[in-house]
Structure formats: C-alpha cells, structure tokens
C-alpha cells in the first residue's frame, strides 16, 4: 500500500504564489508518475499537472504558464509550485501516484485564494 503525504495548502490572496509537495511511501513497485489533481466545490476533479519517472510533464491549460512541477525521484516526491494564483483556484488539491499498474491518492489539501 502506498501512502501519500501532501503539504503546503493554505490561505493566499490573488496574485499569490504556494508550493505543495506530496512524498510517496511503502511502494514495492516503481513510481512511474506522480501528479495533482483538484477538485473544487460542485465541480469534478481535474488534472491539474503531472510529471513522470523521467521528467517529462504536462499542466493543464488553467495553469499552463503559472505552476510549475517538479519531482525528487530519490525522495519520491513531487512539487507544484504555483503562481499568480486567482480564485478560481480555489479547491482541494490531491496528489496522485501511479506504481506499477495501481494508482493512489492523497487526502488532498485546501487551498483557498481570496480576491
């Protein structure tokens, strides 16, 4: 079983900047890619950025240009690193891992972005 530490949401004016990161542990199976997904209120969850074992990335065109991501292969950890944030930004965001063939999520971390 894999489990998902997620840290760095919180309250930010627009125009703000926070960076979350999700640390992966108990897999016996390579971490093929790790990512965030958000989910605000009345709305389904969406990718949000997602980075593989060897780097390469892909954002969803919300944030294209404003989040960057980022990953620690020794750590088994991902960063998102998000920028001119606006309140559409606001949901709660979940880190998502995919070992061998199975995914996992986080609980997922409130972030809120005031105008």
């Known amino acids: 079983q894999v489990h998902l530490v997620e840290s760095g949401g919180g309250l930010v004016q627009a125009g703000g900047s926070l960076r979350l990161s999700c640390t992966a542990s108990?897999?016996?199976?390579?971490?093929?890619?790790m990512g965030w997904y958000r989910q605000a209120p009345g709305k389904q969850r969406e990718l949000v950025a997602r980075?593989?074992?060897?780097?390469?990335?892909v954002y969803a065109d919300s944030v294209l240009g404003r989040c960057t991501i980022s990953r620690d292969n020794a750590k088994n950890t991902v960063y998102l690193e998000m920028n001119t944030l606006a309140p559409e930004d606001t949901a709660v965001y979940y880190c998502?891992?995919?070992?061998?063939?199975?995914?996992?999520w986080g609980q997922g971390t409130q972030v809120t972005v005031t105008s």
């Open positions: 980075i593989t074992y060897g780097g390469t990335a």
């Open positions: 108990g897999s016996t199976l390579p971490i093929i890619a």
């Open positions: 998502h891992t995919q070992a061998g063939p199975y995914t996992y």
